[in-house]
């Protein structure tokens, strides 16, 4: 069984892919296996699917969500991780973070990745602003994976459905770190920087007014839930922070966006419905882990 799938989207970016496909071949293990994920759009002139890398097609015009959670559910290993074309590995650079999974209950762990061009290095998204999607560079802070880089257990990645499918990849970020957070799940940040990306391609666009839009009715969806730790300000708050927002505008569109996604309540069912079958599914996945025969024998005596 290979110790690490790696998911390569094709996401019609020739150049991009051979990119990311020659670092990770070049510094790989051989019990590592390659998935590369398109549409229909990747003709594979190289034969890569004979022999260096599995080709998983989906529907043509399906989301990147819906390419990875298919991808995913054709994996093999225990671990998986998705590298967007044009981002670049060091060697083992995995080692940090499969050491952090084996033997602990870490559900995923977040990976710096350095913008190949500033230098700057962004660790994931920060859990203390969610549902606003902020970056976050502090490998010692509270924070969620981005979708390129992260490593996840797939066992529990398939078990709470995977990347949200009803919106863009950054939004699929923040309704991820969300229910991650509504579902307590632990996880970890690597230290070391092994990943190199061009910030476009490594954390996606900024948030703007749909971004803004989008996180609002996230907000909204997950105010919802109970013990979510999530809640909605009040609509005088709202609008105030809309007022001091006109003074930058860089921000001001995400935050009409915000207001305007709070007031719609566009995913409120389906979110409710998602954290209810995940948590279901990560209740009935803990029942079913195999405690060491030490361990038993304590909680056995424990119930006796």
């Known amino acids: 069984m290979p110790c690490l799938s790696i998911i390569v989207p094709h996401l019609n970016d020739d150049s991009g892919l051979e990119v990311t496909l020659l670092s990770i071949l070049e510094n790989r293990e051989s019990d590592f296996e390659v998935l590369i994920a398109h549409d229909g759009g990747f003709t594979d002139p190289y034969g890569l699917g004979q022999d260096e890398a599995v080709l998983i097609e989906s529907s043509r015009g399906a989301s ?18 998705v590298l967007m074309p044009g981002s670049t590995v060091d060697e083992r650079w995995f080692d940090e973070a499969i050491e952090i999974l084996d033997g602990s209950t870490v559900s995923a762990v977040c990976m710096p990745i350095e913008d190949a061009q500033s230098e700057k290095v962004f660790v994931g998204l920060a859990s ?21 880089g992260g490593v996840f257990r797939k066992k529990t990645f398939r078990a709470i459905g995977g990347w949200f499918d009803h919106s863009s990849t950054e939004v699929s970020e923040v309704e991820l770190g969300l229910l991650i957070m509504a579902l307590r799940l632990e996880i970890a940040t690597a230290s070391n920087v092994g990943l190199h ?35 909605i300000d009040s609509l005088a708050r709202r609008l105030g922070h809309l007022a001091s927002g006109l ?54 005596r424990r119930a006796a």
Not at 131 to 148: E, G, I, Q
């Open 64 to 81: 990147l969500s819906s390419q990875i959670n298919l991808a995913v559910a054709s994996a093999c290993s225990p671990y998986i991780q």
């Open 197 to 231: 990306a061009p910030k476009r391609v490594a954390v996606g666009h900024e948030p703007g007014f749909e971004i803004g839009r989008a996180c609002g009715q996230l907000a909204c969806a997950f105010a919802s839930i109970e013990d979510s730790g999530i809640a």
């Open 128 to 148: 203390d602003s969610l549902p606003h999607r902020r970056l976050s560079s502090d490998v010692n802070a509270a924070t969620v994976p981005l979708m390129c």
């Open 247 to 300: 003074m930058s505008p860089k921000t001001v569109a995400e935050r009409l966006g915000w207001v305007m996604g709070i007031r719609e309540r566009a995913f409120v069912r389906t979110v409710q419905a998602r954290v209810e079958l995940a948590s279901e599914a990560m209740a009935e996945k803990r029942s079913t882990i195999t405690l060491p025969n030490a361990t038993r024998a304590q909680e056995q």
